[in-house]
Structures are given as C-alpha cells and as structure tokens.
C-alpha cells in the first residue's frame, strides 16, 4: 500500500501546499487541516491521488489535469472548474457552479450541489448523488449530468448538446431544454457511467433532457423565448 | 397664367429634413420595419462623443521647459504587473493591442497582430476562442483572456501565456455577452469552443464560477496558484462605472486594470448597445485614476485605458490623465487592412463604402480579416500585415515622444494633467482639466 505524503496546511500555505501538488509527477498526498481553503489543489497535471482532509472552499482542483482529487468533507463554488480530464470527488455537499465550464474528467458527487452544477461544461461528466440547485446545466455545451435526486427550476436552460439525466423530480426546465426519449444507448452509457461514479442507480429510472435546437440561429420567430 | 407666374417668384419654404428624424434614423425605422430584427454589426459607438480630440497640450513657455527632439532622450518603455506578479511584463512602448477573437478575426490576421506587436516589443492579446498556436508562435508577449464563455480555456495556456486579463466587461457593451454567428463558425473555430458548427455561438455575459468582488479575488486566487504567482493578472472592464470598478479590481487583487471605453470595438453586438451603454473614455480615464490615487494604488496597480485610440496624440493625453499604457483595437484591424478604400467595390457590394464597413458578424470581410472564409482570409498576407502594423506603432510612439519632449517630459509617463486644457466644457468636466483660456474645470 502507497503511503501518502502529508500536506499540513496547520503549517504550510496554500502556495507551499500547491507548489508541492504541482510539482510531483506521481504518488500519494493527504492534504491535511484543510479548514475550507480556497483554491486548494488546482492546476495539477500529473496522475498524482490527492486525498483532502476536510472541507475545501472556492476551486478546489480547479482546472485538474490527471489527477485524483477527493474531498473528505464539504467543497465550495466552483469545485473541479473547468477540469480537463482526472477526476474529482467530494464525499459530502458543494456550492454553487460545480464543474463550471469543465472539458473532460469525472467529477462525482455524493451529496447534494447547489445552483449552477455544470455550467458550461464542454466534455466533463458530472454525477450527482443528490439534489442539484436551480439553472443546473446552463449554456451547457457537451458532457453529462446526472442527478440521483431531484433538481430545481430552470434546468439545462439554453442548453446545446450535453445530455442531462434526472432520477428525480426537475422543478422546470428552462429555455430549450426538453425532455427525450431514453434509447438503449442512453441507458447504457448511463449505467456505465454510474458504475465508474460508484454510485449505485438503475439507470432504466433517470430521464433524459437536452436541447431541442430551436435556438442555435437567432431567429425573429424565438422572441417569446429570448 | 398671371397668378401661376406671380407664385413661381414669391419666396419658397427651403424643403427642411428634421434632425431629430435625420436620414439615418429614417433607414434605421425603415430597416426595422422591413426586417423585424435589430441591427447587429462590429465595431464601437460611431456617433461623436467629447473625445481626446477636445483636449491639447500645452507645451513649453517661460516656465516649463521642452527637450530636443532627436536628441534629448524620452523612454517609453512600460512595466505592467509589479504588484504582486514575479514575472511583470516589460512593454518597450505604451502601446499594446486589445483582446480580440480568432474566429472573430480570421488566423491571419492574429497572426499579423502578433508579428507587428512582437517587433515593437509590445504585447497582443486572445480573444473569445482561446489561444491558437500561431498566435502563441509569433506574439512575443502575449495575454490570455479568461472570459465567460471560457471557449477554450485551458491550464496549458494559461500557464504558456506571459499574462492573464479577466474579462469582465468592454466598452462596447458594458455588461452585455456576445454572438458570433453561424456563418462564421467553421470546423477549427467550432472545434475550439466545443460547439457544433455552423450554429450560433453565444458567449455569456456572466462568468460560470463567480459573481462580484469577493468572488473575483478568490478567483484571481486560484489563477495566481495555479501560475505559480509568475503571470501579471489584469482584470479588464468597460466603462460604467469606473471609479467603483476600478477600486473593487484593487480590491480583488488585480495588477493591472484595463478601462476600455465605449468607443472599443466588438466583433459583434446590437447597434443599440454599442451607441447607448458606457461612458467615452475621456470620462472614464480621470475616474479610474481618481480611484487608484485614493487607494494609493497609482504605478502601483498599473491602468491600460482602450476605446477610441488612433494616434500619438491620444495616447499622449491619456498617459497625460494618469493611464499607463493604452490597448488598440480598431486601429490596429484598420493598419493591417481593414476597411482598405482600395476595396472600395467589394465594398459596394456588400451594400457599405470603405471607412463604413462594420457588418464583421457576417464573416464577408475583402481584407481578410473579419472572416473565416479560406479564400478571404488567404488575402491577407500576415507579414505584410504585421510590418505595417508595426509602422504604425513607430508613428503613434515617435508622436508621443514628440508630445512629451514638447512638455519638457524624458519619459511618457511623465506626462501629467496639468500639460491639457480642454477647448469644450464638457471635454473639460470630463477630462477634471480646465477649459482652454480659463482656471475653470467644471464641477471641480
């Protein structure tokens, strides 16, 4: 078994902390009294596992690049922004704009996310165990997201060709977002996709949402919409 | 016949067209009424607003002293970043070029923006679109926009890039997102901005992971962590509100401030936002100064004021108003081509004349430079380009020098308030300078 070398934040900065992430190549790290620090373990670029004791404030691994990221506790806005691929897990809540214009990796949550969660994506796969906020999915360019539990209003409002899928209630759709049939490959790709979040959901359950295209070329006749 | 001849000499009412329904606003209704749709076009406000152009210097007399020209010597070299950057960037002119997009601009002329801004020993910038490597290649010094769109926000080249500008908003619309439309989205500029082509790309007007101040510090955090603290950060707004803007971006923690005015150019936007939102730039520039000498923050947080920049003479005045460096955009786009009168019947063509042409958003540009279509964009030779880019940066800094040494100043940043008079009351309240002939600043 690899031991993990400790990163106290009790006596390091942040900075000394990130430099230390950054710099290694490779290898085990517990990130330890992390007390809601902010930007914590962001910009890694290396197939590092990255083990955060506690709660993570605003962009925790931010930008991620290969690595494994896990918070132990509760993750603030932001978290795992605009992740390149790698993937990042909280085991507890996050804030709003999870995984906020991210283009590739995994990013899985075992509680709840609040409003925002997948922003922008452009590629990330985000699972939710939980609930996910209003305006979840919005401008969503590519990528997915799953919410086991149920979603605000506003959901995948102006959203492009990401795939969203709820288990739960959505409490509205927003603006082009609409519900669509679920096709043997949908539940396929989704299951397989649950199996790698570790979360365990029938995916025969979740219904599908994405965009219905009606607002990809300004049009005189969308006003009602705009 | 008698009376018909005695009303044919009786004095006539001249025909009188109204100025408030002049012939533009006439098309303008008639346009609106035809289509159903507003107008969309590139570019900054073209109505007038009190300008550069409403100040001069006043140059040496008994009292101040001027240096020789072609002797005496007047640097021009900028540091931008000193604040808490390990790596500022040194400028050897105060002249830098603005954000602007590939898939806006055609790879040609980034690249010709590149060349002529590396040759001048000064910086160019991306745009909405992320960074292309022939932009990388031939800009020597280059700064990376973090928009909201975060089209092709990457780590890689945040991390290759010598700067990082947070856009939060530009002159042309203050608060406003963009559209770059269909026809201009090709395969490599879809591509990069992870969107299907040939749709309509909208870029937010929002970022995705933060909303005011105390979000934007933290974020400038995370930036600075994940650059090692090396990377200027310049937090770029457009001019609204200029003395709190500029304050709450000293406050989140930004090196640099980029104050861009209504008269700065976007790719494209509704005409209605472009004439009706945000202040000109010579009433952005003393407010943005004001906010900096409050907080003490003046050279120490450097200013770069864009919108409406065309010679020497305006980046003298606003060096003089306390910026130090300014950021060009149209100007540059018109030295590489743009709007050329040598192609004045494409011009015709498309319905416009040279020095009108604005409709970038459709992606027809002659010069090859709004456009991504091959055969346009291959007209624009980017070495040719470049160089004539770079001689108007030569001109524009020999003006300044010229300016400077004519107010007895050996170095541009020198250049201070009290060498302007302002020749309108409203250039002068503005400007917080005194109306020519006078001691009097308007509400001073």
Known sequence: MTVATELDLDSLSIRQVNAALQGAEEGAFRVLHAGGAHALACGLNATLDVTIDGHAGYYCAGMNKHASVTVMGNAGTGCAENIMSGQVRVQRDVSQSLAASGHGGLVVVEGSASARAGISMKGV??????????MSGFMAQTGRLVVLGDSGSDLGDSIYEAQIYVRGAVASLGADCVEKPMAEEHTASLTELLARAGLDADATSFRRFGSARKLYHFSIDNMEDY | MAEDSDRSRMPQTMPRKSAT????????????????????RGGGAKRRVPNFDDLVFLGASMSRYPLEGYRERCDTQVVLGTRFASKPIELKIP????????????????????????????STTT???GMTPEERGHSDKLVYQVLPSRYGMNPDDLRRADAIEVVVGQGAKPGGGGMLLGQKITERVAGMRDLPKGIDQRSACRHPDWTGPDDLEIKIQELREITAWEKPIYVKIGAARPYYDTALSV?????????DGMQGGTAATQDVFIEHVGIPTLAAVPEAVRALQELDMHRQVQLVVSGGIRSGADVAKALALGADAVAIGTAALVAIGDNDPALEEEYNRLGTTAGAYDDWQDGNDPAGITTQRPELAARLDPVQAGRRLSNYLTVMTMEVQTLARANGKSNVLNLEPEDLVALTVEAAAMAKVPLAGTSWIPGG
């Open chain 2, 95 to 122: 002249i830098t070029i603005a954000g602007m997009s590939f898939g806006s601009l055609s790879a040609q002329a980034k690249e010709a923006l590149g060349r002529g801004a590396t040759t001048m020993g000064t």
């Open chain 2, 127 to 129: 745009g909405d679109g």
């Open chain 2, 251 to 259: 406050k989140a923690g930004a090196d640099v401030v980029v104050v």
């Open chain 1, 125 to 134: 796969d985000i699972v939710v165990g939980g609930d996910v906020g209003h």
């Open chain 2, 21 to 40: 329904f002049d012939d533009h606003t006439l098309a303008e209704i008639r346009r609106a009424a035809a289509t159903g749709i507003y107008d969309i």
